[in-house]
């Protein structure tokens, strides 16, 4: 088939002689890919990695499975060829892919890794998205959406309504992601959010903190193109740069309730880290939702302490996050014109590198989401 390999660091090449998945397994789901949107963690892998896939010679410990593999695990499709045992989908189904890859993952591939392994603490716990193994199809695991054709298990299958485009239809994976860290801040209907970052995550975030029927949301963010996007999607938007004390602008917002009930940190340095914490109310919830280079930063437990305020992490998703997200779309809380403002662009597998990954990494505040089309952009 055709698509993107992935080699290591800065090595990402296009082949029309990839080995096709198949159907190995009774619930194995062959899925046709029609888009699939370039991660910020897809750009890590190309520019820093490996991380997430196998490095050297290794192998990914839920596979087996080596480099070179394709990546891309923001997709959406519709389904070629079902396993004898699947029930929930049938050919010509149109569907979303939960990507993740943990323990329970590894029966699928009986030949190519011990099947006595077990679970680890976070599996066992129910906690499958924090597994001590995790990856992605498309991000270690097995081949993903930057080729033609994905080969994966039946309860990793989420159904799209009809009415729902192809290409929109790529963005429910990141979104799942966002609606994830909402819901580890105990989110409630009305309540205030405050996003730190307006790239793709921190937009699918508002989104997400709509689809929850959020009160006040405001966006933060220097760049005035980004606070453009943000504005579109309905929010209100602040330029911490405008201010001495931005903190104080922030909490001045809510009087009432002297801070804001949430914030989600999408951009991941030390300023926004202690922002998150100090612009929050009494009792609120710091969530971290961006991927932090492995450096430490500074810290003062009291900032939590005095007002009972809490900081967690929120790791990718879970399926019923993919679930609630096609719910919230379904009921127009995210509506379908405010995901069409996150598409920037559409490329052909050909042009992918120079179209997609270097555009995105070189004009990074004018480009939010790229759509990687493997089987071409009519699809």
């Known amino acids: 088939m055709k698509g993107l390999l992935y080699y290591g660091k800065e090595q990402l090449r296009y082949s029309e002689d990839i080995e096709e998945p198949q159907i190995k397994n009774g619930n ?36 087996g499975k080596k480099l070179p593999l394709c990546p891309g695990h923001e997709f959406s499709g519709i389904v070629s060829e079902v396993g004898s045992d699947v029930t929930r989908v049938k050919p010509g ?32 716990a129910g906690k499958p998205n924090c597994c001590k193994f995790l990856s992605f199809v498309g991000l270690g695991t097995d081949h993903g959406a930057f080729g ?42 009305g309540q205030s959010a405050v996003v730190l970052g307006g790239g793709p995550i921190g937009l699918c975030t508002i989104l997400a903190l709509k689809g929850h ?8 963010e220097p760049a005035a193109i980004r606070r453009d996007f943000a504005k579109k999607l309905g929010v209100e938007v602040f ?9 104080y602008e ?14 989600f940190d999408c951009s991941g ?25 492995n ?24 399926t019923q996050d993919f679930a609630d997200v096609i719910k919230a779309i379904e009921a127009k809380l995210i509506t379908m014109e405010e995901m069409k403002l996150l598409i920037t662009g559409k490329v052909d597998a050909r042009d992918a590198i120079e179209g997609g990954f270097m555009q995105l990494i070189n004009h990074k505040e004018t480009s939010v989401k790229i759509l990687i089309a493997p089987n071409g952009l009519e699809m």
């Open 28 to 63: 194995d789901v062959k899925v046709k890919v029609a888009y699939c949107g370039i991660c910020g963690t897809d750009l890590h892998e190309y520019l820093d990695g490996p991380i997430f896939f196998p490095e050297g010679n290794s192998c990914s410990a839920i596979s």
């Open 93 to 124: 189904d149109r569907v979303v892919v939960e990507a993740t890859s943990h323990c329970s993952d590894r029966y699928r591939y009986p030949n190519d890794i011990s099947q006595d392994l077990g679970l680890c603490a976070a599996c066992n």
């Open 148 to 189: 033609q054709y994905v080969v994966y298990g039946e309860d990793h299958m989420l159904k799209i309504p009809d009415y729902l485009p192809l290409d929109l239809a790529a963005l429910v994976e990141p979104l799942s992601v966002a609606w994830h860290a909402v819901r580890c801040a105990d989110f409630k209907p």
């Open 213 to 220: 029927q959020a009160g006040k949301i405001v966006c933060s």
């Open 239 to 247: 330029n911490p740069n405008d201010y001495e004390d931005p903190i």
């Open 250 to 263: 922030l909490k001045n917002m809510l009087p009432e309730t002297e801070g804001f009930t949430a914030s």
């Open 269 to 293: 340095i030390q300023k926004t880290f202690d922002t998150s914490i100090d612009v929050l109310g009494p009792g609120g919830t710091a969530v971290n939702v961006a991927i932090w280079p």
């Open 295 to 318: 450096k430490p930063v500074q810290y003062v437990p009291m900032c939590l302490t005095y007002q009972e305020k809490r900081a967690t992490g929120s790791m990718c998703y879970v």
